[in-house]
């Protein structure tokens, strides 16, 4: 008997083959599990080029949304999109990277600074339609900003204010303790050190949390629906030179009609042109006539190339109603006839191509990151 | 040269930056104080003319219906519904994979592994919303036919798989950094005593990482529930009592976004409705987010 048990202590402990293959076999499940990840983003794209990859075409990017499926484009969307991410980039980067800064290097040990962290953390767990309730209550109707691209990118930037402050604290706690007591111990302040020897080390780390922010709220759709959003925008929010100009004379209602249809102005007309009268009589006009128009007429003429430079101006067109790449695909995909889906798939390639893309760059600046600095 | 080095210039400017820095913090606790005054005050409002006796008790949630029926249960049943089959297909994935990455894959290929899932968080959902209605819903139309399930073309099935899809990163990766954390000592313990990785894993990583792990689900849970594209495009939009996922039924956050579609009525009860649904889904949010942040402190206080 005892010399059985110490044989089998030599030996393998029974069952060992099966246990190993349980083992190994668990790889395989594994593995399957990761390429059924990556298999649904491979279909995700096979399924949007098979729908929609002969409609990306350049007429595609430079036209306007259009009831003819077989004509409509997604110029206003991507232009829409661009400055709404301008607004968005423009407020969420300094406040989100001074927050993220002022969390790890300056903030106090106390009861606000774990209230600034409680909220942060809560923020960023808050579903992004909250946000479009939030931005409805407060910028459209308390603060009357309207259904603009102001009201967007401000929504845009409170929803990827989080990401950027968590990178932008890791970013800045990555960087030794040495940088600081160096420049410190040299005369400099904490902002001196703060600002020529933290921020710079961290900048990559900043940058990363950035995109990833920017990548999220290019893609968001539902708090832009709450704004209003529109779906069917033939404008440009910035004006190209040689397109039709209007002005309309004196305050009109929301039908177009003048507020105060007695009163009249002095015009002196900046350009040839034609001027439309109240009663839709039409009168031409030629550049330094000056003439008395009633309110409610309208002064047509073209952009000049002054006029499409002055028009990227933040001032000019962050009041201006918009459309972006997310709202006008969901728009088409809502639609029964197969057209709008194609072309909501093509939507959805250009839209995937960015986001992929800036995706693509954060995780290779991380990977860089991490590779080329080692402490 | 004479200088002052306890001049008080700098030091004002000094402090005028942290002022600066402080008052962008601070900017959170106001977004948050802003989300719950506007939310809170039009559900007051809601709850003005509508009881909560009604709100949380009756089940028909009609508000566009000349005779209104405010009743949350048919939209908080959709969330549900689509939530349930979205864990149904992220936890299991989404296990798997962190386990994996954790424990078998050699750092080379966690390194390649890990980014290239994430970049599954980080498609827009509306592309996400499309793919569910016109790729997941036929191939399940076709899979679920000779079951006799006939499945329409909305259904909240297709919407909560392709949900669970989205966030495999999310509870894979932090599963995946709660089983890293847990100590080499423990594994070797166990490796010593002649486990395999496998036994490891499963007998001695993961109940040391259970509560970092918990979080994970919860986490993705949340992002689930607070998903509005997805299900608004693919799950349909009848707010009925769901029983099955292979209904069409609308969320919380369908009902939200449908009622934006339109032109909102501002002032009306239909408007402060849509806070009201708001204010179900943003409790239900910060409760699980709570809950997840409780475990995935537990988990790194333990070690």
Known sequence: MSAEIIHDIAAHPKGLKLRRFKDTSFIFWGVIATFIGLGTLAALVGQLIHDGGYRLTLDFLMSFPSSDPGEAGILSAWVGSILVILATAFIAIPIGVLAGIYLEEYAPKNVITSAIEIAVNNLAGVPSIIFGLLAVGLFVQAFGFGQTILTAGLTLALLILPVVIVTTREAVRGVPQEMRQAALAVGATKWQATQHHVLPYALPGVVTGVIIGISRAIGETAPLILIGGLTFVAFLPITRPGDAKFEVIGAVDEYGAPVTPEASESVRIAQDGVVVLPDFSEMPVHAGQVVDLPHGATVQTTASWGDAVASWLPAHWLGSEFTVMPIQMFNWTSRPQAEFLEIAAAAGIVLLAITLLLNGMAIWLRYRLRRSIKW | ?303
């Open chain 2, 1 to 303: 040269m004479d200088r002052d080095f306890t001049t008080k210039r700098t030091r004002l400017g000094e402090r005028a930056i942290e002022l600066v820095l402080f008052a962008a913090a601070a900017s959170a606790m106001a977004i948050i104080g802003g989300i719950l005054y506007v939310v809170l005050s039009e559900a007051v409002k809601f709850f003005g003319q509508v009881s909560f006796l009604e709100f949380v008790s009756s089940t028909t949630w009609t508000p566009t219906f000349d005779k209104p029926q405010y009743g949350i249960a048919p939209l908080l049943t959709g969330t549900f519904m689509s939530t349930m089959v979205a864990l149904a297909v992220a936890v299991p994935l989404g296990l798997l994979v962190a386990v994996y990455l954790s424990e078998f894959a050699s750092p080379h290929a966690r390194e390649l592994i890990k980014p290239t899932l994430e970049l599954l968080a980080g498609v827009p959902t509306v592309v996400y919303g499309y793919f569910a209605l016109l790729f997941i819903t036929p191939l399940l139309q076709r899979a679920l036919a000779p079951f006799g399930i006939v499945l329409p073309g909305f259904n909240l099935l297709s919407a909560g798989i392709v949900m669970g899809l989205m966030i495999i990163p999310t509870i894979a990766s932090l599963s995946e950094d709660a089983m890293r954390a847990v100590p080499r000592t423990m594994r070797d313990g166990s490796f010593a005593l002649g486990a395999t990785r496998l036994e490891t894993s499963l007998r001695v990583v993961f109940p040391a990482a259970v509560s970092g792990i918990a979080g994970a689900i919860i986490l993705g849970m949340s992002r689930a529930v607070g998903e509005t594209m997805i299900v608004a495009i693919a799950a349909g939009q009848q707010p009925v009592m769901v029983s099955s996922p292979t209904q069409q039924g609308a969320t919380v956050t369908a009902f939200i976004a449908q009622v934006a579609l339109g032109d909102i009525p501002f002032g009306t009860l239909e408007y402060s409705s849509i806070f009201a649904a708001g204010m179900a889904l943003l409790a239900l949010t910060l409760v699980f987010n709570f809950i997840a942040f409780a475990l995935q402190r537990r988990f790194r206080e333990a070690y």
